[in-house]
């Protein structure tokens, strides 16, 4: 079982920024591709960003595309998202995600394709 620890969340005011950060005890992150989730209150997860297991690929929302960037430290087993000009749309509870691959370079940007996640972090964005 891999056991996914987020932190990073936090409240914040329009136009601020916060980093969120996702490791992943083991050892073996770069065996994982990873996804980043936001779900809000009675709505379905929906998803943020992807990286593949080399970092060399990334895929973001259209929604957060220019202000999110999601990365990843390997030789830190974390996975993080920096959030830039947030919005007070972008409140949510933010949670990450991973899946073994065999594929370097794959990417998942859909919620049903990982089997692992975190325990998820509020980010509350004021207007």
């Known amino acids: 079982q891999v056991q996914l620890v987020e932190s990073g969340g936090g409240s914040v005011q329009a136009g601020g920024s916060l980093r969120l950060s996702c490791v992943l005890p083991?050892?073996?992150?770069?065996?994982?591709?990873m996804g980043w989730f936001r779900q809000t209150p009675g709505k379905e997860r929906e998803f943020v960003a992807t990286?593949?297991?080399?970092?060399?690929?990334?895929h973001h929302a259209q929604s957060v595309e220019g202000r999110f960037t999601v990365s990843r430290d390997n030789a830190k087993n974390t996975v993080y998202l920096q959030m830039n000009s947030l919005k007070p749309e972008d409140t949510a509870v933010y949670y990450c995600?991973?899946?073994?691959?065999?594929?370097?370079?794959?990417?998942?940007?859909?919620?049903?394709?990982?089997?692992?996640w975190g325990q998820g972090t509020q980010v509350t964005v004021s207007s």
């Open positions: 995600a991973a899946l073994f691959h065999t594929n370097p370079i794959a990417m998942i940007p859909k919620a049903e394709g990982y089997n692992y």
């Open positions: 083991g050892g073996t992150s770069s065996s994982y591709v």
């Open positions: 990286i593949s297991r080399n970092g060399g690929n990334t």
